[in-house]
Structure formats: structure tokens, C-alpha cells
């Protein structure tokens, strides 16, 4: 299978956060060992001219998934701090995009839940590439809701990994997304890249634009 990579496809890295990584808040066992991964993928898909979007995890420091507020976790990534950072080993190119999600109380785990994002990818990308952390939250979210969008996915299972609370979520989440139409990928399988990329002078930080609840 070969691929083509250009401006109709967009890479999605997710979440590589110090609070994701070992020694972070919320640790994802061997979290860190996708940013090498992921690097190469970011220079392919830079020198092809393919969208790259960054998505980060940006809760306030009361968010509703901190154990403190009656949710699941620890509190991590909260907005401003060190463990928000993305992971200072990570290449992001200039013409890059960061995404911040889950900036108010509400969780979303999808960067694409509730904001107007995939109407704007839409506009001009069609093929979605994505890594990042973790396999069985964010990443899996971010990939099922590209789908139920009707983007081709593809999830790039060398630059993936899972929490696993329970032995065998990743697993289990990688098995929905494929049965969902989410196609498996990782770097033996060449990319083909098209056109350079034009630098810019710093990242643009997308702000997303909220639906209100009732008009989803
Ligand atoms: C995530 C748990 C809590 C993730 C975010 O990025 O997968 N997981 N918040
Ligand atoms: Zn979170």
C-alpha cells in the first residue's frame, strides 16, 4: 500500500504532553517513546505540504476530570504549566498549528467535540493521519469522531500509546477504530510526498469556535 501525502491530508499529533510522559502527572507508560516516531512523520509531512495540527490538552485547574471535581484523574495538563508543555524533544514546524481542547470545565477527549474544527478541515483536507497520546482516550476519540465527519483515517499505530487502566484498553480501542473504517499505518509503508512546504513565522494557535449545546 503506498500512500500519498499533500495538502489534502492533515497530521494530528495528540497530546504529547510532560504530564503524559513518565515522570508526568498522568503517565502513559512509554509515552515518550513516540516523539522520535512522530518526528519523522512531522518532516514527512512538512516537506510534502500536509497540514500539521497539535492538539494539547488545556484544562483549568478546576476541570471536571481532576479526581478533585469527582472525575477520573489526577489533576494534569492544566493550562500554563510545565506538564501542559508539549514534550521539548517534539519537532514542531513553523507553519504548524496548536489546538487547544478541554479549556473549560467539560471534558473532550476529541479535538473535535463541540468546536466547529471539522467543518473547517473539511475546506480543504480529506485524509487524516493520527498519532500521539493516549491510544485508548484521546487518540481513540479523535479518530472516531474524524470518522463519524467522514475524513479517511489512519491511525499510525508506531507513533501511538495507551494508558491501559485496564490491561487491554489500547488493544480494544484499536479494534474499534478499526471496525469503525480506521485504517492501520505505520512508517514501513512509504509515504509519498508532494509539494514543499511554505514557512511561516510562528504557530498559529487556532482558537476554536464553541457550538452552544443545543444547536450540535
Ligand atoms: C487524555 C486522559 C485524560 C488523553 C486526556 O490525552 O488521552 N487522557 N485527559
Ligand atoms: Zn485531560
Redesign the pocket.
Known amino acids: 500500500m503506498t500512500i500519498t501525502i499533500g495538502k489534502t491530508t492533515a497530521l494530528i499529533v495528540v497530546?504529547v504532553q510532560l504530564d503524559f510522559c513518565p515522570g508526568g502527572a498522568?503517565p502513559v507508560p512509554d509515552g515518550d517513546k513516540v516523539v522520535s516516531v512522530l518526528n519523522e512523520y512531522i518532516k514527512q509531512f512538512a516537506a510534502a505540504g500536509a497540514r500539521i495540527i497539535f492538539t494539547r490538552?488545556w484544562?483549568p485547574s478546576n476541570?471536571s476530570?481532576f479526581k478533585s471535581q469527582g472525575g477520573p484523574?489526577p489533576p494534569?495538563?492544566i493550562q500554563n504549566t510545565e506538564g501542559a508543555k508539549f514534550h521539548p524533544a517534539l519537532i514542531i514546524p513553523p507553519e504548524a498549528e496548536i489546538v487547544s481542547k478541554?479549556d473549560t470545565r467539560d471534558?473532550a477527549?476529541s479535538f473535535f467535540q463541540g468546536t466547529n474544527l471539522a467543518e473547517k478541515l473539511h475546506e480543504r483536507i480529506q485524509t487524516l493521519f493520527v498519532g500521539g497520546l493516549a491510544t485508548d482516550?484521546?487518540v481513540k476519540e479523535t479518530v472516531l469522531d474524524g470518522l463519524k465527519e467522514h475524513f479517511d483515517v489512519y491511525l499510525l499505530d508506531d507513533a501511538c500509546r495507551g494508558v491501559d487502566v485496564k490491561p487491554g484498553d489500547s488493544e480494544k480501542a484499536i479494534q474499534l477504530m478499526v471496525a469503525k473504517g480506521c485504517k492501520m499505518l505505520n512508517g514501513e509503508q512509504i509515504l509519498n510526498a508532494e509539494i514543499p512546504a511554505s514557512p511561516s513565522k510562528a504557530n498559529r494557535i487556532t482558537n476554536l469556535v464553541r457550538k452552544s449545546k443545543n444547536s450540535a
Open positions: 497530546d498522568l490538552d484544562h476541570h476530570s484523574w494534569h495538563c478541554a471534558e477527549y482516550y484521546c
